[in-house]
């Protein structure tokens, strides 16, 4: 009896915060799509692009002058999901790159969305493929978070390429 009222209480809870939760995300996602797009300074700038088939895409944004931001997410170490916003500019060189790893082992794969480490992709043409050791190096004691990062990148320029 008392694990049913619990249970009730549970989702009575739930039910009040998942909309709060929900719009957290959306507000540090449209930050972040803002971030990675220098000629975009508000999110008020942004339309959403829906028109494309791309595995592994949450979502895209594309702004007045044409440039783009996509959101693509892959499994990284113990199936958490490493989160990756890329901007493009109308030419397809990448303008930034946002990572949420913090799915990630604290310390080791979380390090692959560190500043330093993300430096490597500034400017890189984005409508290119990468690989780990052509050009670009994985995170030295991450493997599989760097896979994952690998991966979601791909994913963003594979967008990029379909709807440029």
Same mark, same amino acid.
Do not use: H, R
């Given at each position: 009896?008392?694990?049913?009222?619990?249970?009730?209480?549970?989702?009575?809870?739930?039910?009040?915060?998942?909309?709060? $939760?929900?719009?957290?995300?959306?507000?540090?996602?449209?930050?972040?799509y803002?971030?990675?797009?220098?000629?975009?300074?508000?999110a008020?700038?942004?339309?959403?692009?829906?028109?494309?088939?791309?595995?592994?895409?949450?979502g895209?944004? @594309?702004?007045?002058?044409?440039?783009?931001a996509?959101k693509?997410?892959?499994?990284?170490?113990?199936?958490?999901?490493?989160?990756?916003?890329?901007?493009?500019?109308?030419?397809?060189?990448?303008?930034?790159?946002?990572?949420?790893?913090?799915?990630?082992? @604290?310390?080791?794969?979380?390090?692959?969305?560190?500043?330093?480490?993300?430096?490597?992709f500034?400017?890189?043409?984005?409508?290119q493929?990468?690989? $780990?050791?052509?050009?670009?190096?994985?995170?030295?004691?991450?493997?599989?978070?760097? @896979?994952?990062?690998?991966?979601? $990148?791909?994913?963003?320029? #594979?967008?990029? #390429?379909?709807?440029?």
């Amino acid at each position: 009896m008392i694990a049913l009222i619990v249970s009730l209480l549970l989702a009575m809870v739930n039910s009040f915060t998942a909309p709060i $939760i929900e719009d957290n995300q959306k507000a540090a996602t449209l930050a972040a799509y803002v971030d990675v797009m220098p000629t975009v300074s508000s999110a008020s700038d942004l339309e959403e692009v829906t028109d494309y088939t791309t595995e592994n895409i949450t979502g895209a944004v @594309k702004a007045t002058d044409g440039s783009l931001a996509i959101k693509a997410e892959e499994k990284g170490f113990d199936g958490g999901i490493l989160s990756v916003i890329i901007g493009f500019d109308t030419n397809g060189t990448v303008t930034g790159i946002w990572v949420d790893a913090s799915t990630q082992t @604290k310390g080791i794969g979380s390090n692959v969305s560190s500043d330093d480490f993300l430096a490597q992709f500034d400017g890189m043409d984005g409508t290119q493929n990468i690989a $780990i050791g052509q050009g670009f190096d994985a995170y030295s004691g991450a493997t599989i978070s760097s @896979k994952a990062l690998f991966a979601a $990148i791909n994913d963003c320029v #594979n967008c990029y #390429n379909e709807l440029a």
